[in-house]
């Protein structure tokens, strides 16, 4: 089991870009960099290793959130960075096999990350 808790590190949500916009909308850019920390903070915080499959469990409290985020777009973002840090080979079907994505506001900005193993899987 794979658990991970971030503090202070406001997550931004998955952002639709092109080859071409991730190098000049600034947007696709925020994104790209809030990725590349997430990644190694995961890999820093992070303690246990990943089961194949796995279940992800993710806890996002934000002080503030935009009312028009979907929340599956933090969901993203956090397969995103697992896959970018090495701790899951994909975001796959074969490799994870579902989520449970809770997204509220608080007083502090905190990420919570488990990788639960699947029961029963093959």
Do not use: H
């Amino acid at each position: 089991m794979f658990t991970a808790e971030i503090k202070d590190f406001r997550l931004v949500p998955y952002v639709r870009m092109t080859s071409k916009g991730k190098n000049f909308k600034k947007r696709a850019r925020r994104y790209l960099k809030n990725q590349q920390d997430l990644a190694l903070l995961l890999r820093v915080f992070g303690k246990g290793k990943a089961p194949e499959p796995c279940f992800l469990e993710a806890e996002i409290r934000q002080k503030s959130l935009r009312g028009n985020s979907d929340w599956d777009n933090y969901a993203k973002a956090i397969c995103d960075a697992l896959v970018k840090a090495g701790i899951i080979p994909d975001d796959c079907f074969r490799y994870l096999r579902g989520a449970c994505v809770r997204l509220m506001r608080a007083e502090e900005d905190v990420l919570r990350v488990s990788l639960l193993p699947v029961e029963g899987s093959d």
